[in-house]
């Protein structure tokens, strides 16, 4: 089921995640020593979703995926979500058309975590600024295999929603689809809304 928002909280939700995904284009940017950008997230708010309804959202069964615990103001598991095959994709680009078969697998998995740790705290920091929020984030972890299993893990499913952002990662020669996926209990919903709403009357 998908949550429905007024427009204002839709547009300041998605400008607040804008500017952090802004941030994290630019750092990355300076990994690589090309441009990169990601495009304006396109955001929907799910209720009471069991893990299998994201494969209407994401357009392959199998993922990798780097996820990070944030607590404080309000408690959220997030994911940086990209299809298995685009994978090996970002990682070469990252560590150059020089990089072996060998040295991308070995790294893969270490690339991946700082790719998510960069746009998972520039989307938090975004947002912690935005709504005056602290939070504490935990090391990325690293996961792969199919959406179902491991977003079932994570208890992505009945009493939790879901507060998914789809990107696109355009890099010179290619673009890649990229999703950012928050699990939130109904309180902690409802909270992040309530200091939406306080932050929409401040710039009112």
Known sequence: MTLHLSDIQQDALTEIFNIGAGQAADGLSRIVGETITLSVPRLSILRNVKAKTLNEFISSPRISAVSQDFTGSI???????????KTKEIVRRMLGDSASADELREMEQEALCEIGNIILNSCMSSLSEALQADFQCSVPAYHLGLTDDILSAHDACDNNSIMFFMINFSMPGSKIEG??????????????????????????
């Open 75 to 85: 408690n959220a598991k997030a994911f940086l979500v990209f299809p298995e095959d």
């Open 179 to 204: 999703y950012l996926v928050f699990l939130l209990t109904l309180p902690a919903l409802n909270a992040l809304l309530k200091q939406v709403d306080q932050f929409l009357s401040g710039i009112a």
